[in-house]
């Protein structure tokens, strides 16, 4: 018997009824590339203003952490591909009307520069490795190269760690025909996430405690900042077209309610803030591993909503009769 | 949209087709589309979309589901031709097109 299923472009549940095309594999890497944006940021930050002393992880040992996470987002996000053998093929071009095009040259400019960050930091970061490979005469000239242009590292790290941070969030809200990304703040909103992720990742990481108590002073900062930023998206969207409106409310007694206001603002934003507080006040010093955690805990939760109702945003509302779960019989 | 040129206008017309050589799949242009007008082809992978029956237009015949449309219904051709059929229909019956306020000025009307 011969059957022959003819399906429509419109008869596919990846627009009916809303669009899922992008599911974990994306929320996973917009994570891990506003982190490893806050690394790199945070490295070569602590580099320029000489805070050796201050903050010696983040200046000498933090960056190698960028490639390693970098490396582990665009893995998932190759993932998410489904015309995987054609990857190569971002890289045949530079389509300025693309902010996808933007992202994908950033990605591969972010290399050498992190490679460069470490090299630069090698021997006062990672001495045991450096004295391991400092025998090699070719080793050691790339060494002392790179340590004698570190701060010019530095300086060319600063703009990529912002453009990496950036990019997703305005990939995102370039897309008008999702009303909940289409907005100028979601730029911004990824870049200060991940700023926050990053000095968040540091001071859980770092053992001095000039260092941790310097992260935990930026991150409250940033976590401040960042409400600020989800309070404006939430008076744009409240105020905004139909679209926007629903989305909304969405976030304000719908299907989202909980994991917003209860996981990425309360436990992702609200309460490291007063946790963070009261460890530079020098009370409840027990809870210092908690924040930093939950801060990286929000970071993941705000990339998985944006990313799932966004997709549920639309301009255009079918009914469709056709049920696209009748299509998982057949196999 | 797309960040490796497969999706690409033909021929210089408001066709807009893809290049499965081109397209990694990333599903940008899926997300771009207001219409939700494109889909995952697969298995392989890549995305299309109405290539409006390129190889039947560059033949100088209409899109298949315009020929065989029992009630005659549809209409296709050059809208940069005033003395075409369907500059001729633009003028003279009222039209509209879908969702306008996407900003994309598609080229599909409706005649009303």
């Keep these: 018997m011969f059957e022959e299923i003819l399906v429509s472009a419109r008869s596919n549940p990846h627009i009916d009824p809303v669009m899922s095309v992008w599911g974990w594999e994306i929320s996973v890497y917009l994570f891990m590339g506003g982190l490893t944006a806050g690394i790199m940021f945070f490295s070569a930050l602590t580099l320029l203003l000489r805070k050796d002393d201050e903050a010696p992880f983040a200046v000498n040992g933090l960056a190698l ?12 996000l190759f993932l998410d591909l489904d015309h995987k ?5 971002f890289y045949t071009t530079f389509e300025p009307t693309s902010p996808m095009s933007y992202g994908a040259w950033i990605l591969i400019l972010f290399y050498p520069v992190a490679i460069l960050q470490v090299l630069s930091t090698l021997r006062t970061g990672y001495g045991l490795v450096a004295s391991l490979v400092d025998g090699v005469p070719v080793i050691a000239a790339v060494l002392d190269w790179a340590e004698r242009y570190r701060r010019v590292i530095a300086w060319l790290a ?31 909103l990824f870049l200060i996430s991940g700023l926050s992720t990053g000095a968040a990742l540091t001071a859980l990481i770092a ?14 900062g940033l976590i401040a900042i960042e409400l600020l930023i989800v309070a404006l998206l939430l008076v744009n969207l409240a105020t905004g077209s139909k679209p926007q409106l629903d989305a909304v409310a969405k976030l304000l007694g719908g299907s989202y309610t909980l994991g917003f206001w209860g996981v990425f603002v309360a436990l992702g ?8 507080f009261f460890e530079i006040r020098g009370s409840a010093r027990s809870f210092a ?19 799932n109702l966004g997709q549920e945003t639309s301009w255009t509302h079918y009914t469709s009769e056709f049920n696209t779960h009748l299509l998982d019989r057949l196999h | ?9 033909w021929n210089d017309s408001n066709i807009v087709l893809v290049d499965p050589n081109k397209c990694t799949g990333c599903k940008a242009c899926i997300a771009a589309c207001p219409y939700d007008a494109r889909l995952i082809m697969h298995p392989g992978g890549y995305i299309d979309k109405c290539t ?8 100088g015949l209409d899109p298949a589901c315009v020929s065989t449309c029992p009630t005659h219904c549809m209409h296709f051709g050059v809208l940069n031709d005033p003395s075409s059929t369907v500059s001729e229909l633009l003028r003279t019956r009222k039209h509209k097109v879908l969702n306008p306020e996407t900003g994309n000025e598609p080229n599909v009307y409706y005649l009303i």
């Design chain 1, 158 to 188: 600063i703009p990529i760690a912002v453009a990496l941070g950036i990019y997703t969030g305005i990939l995102l809200s370039a897309f008008s025909a999702r009303p909940f990304w289409n907005t100028g703040l979601l730029g911004p």
């Design chain 1, 289 to 307: 591993m908690l924040a930093p955690v939950l801060v990286l805990v929000g970071g993941y939760v705000l990339r998985v909503i944006a990313v």
């Design chain 1, 85 to 89: 053998l054609f990857v190569w093929r």
């Design chain 2, 52 to 59: 409006f029956c390129s190889h039947r237009v560059e033949k």
């Design chain 1, 269 to 276: 934003l609200l309460l490291p803030l007063v946790l963070e």
């Design chain 1, 207 to 220: 053992r001095s405690h000039s260092e941790r108590r310097l992260f935990t002073l930026i991150d409250i």
């Design chain 2, 1 to 9: 949209m797309c960040p490796t040129g497969a999706s690409h206008r």
């Design chain 1, 65 to 76: 952490l960028g490639l390693v996470v970098l490396s582990l987002g665009m893995t998932t």
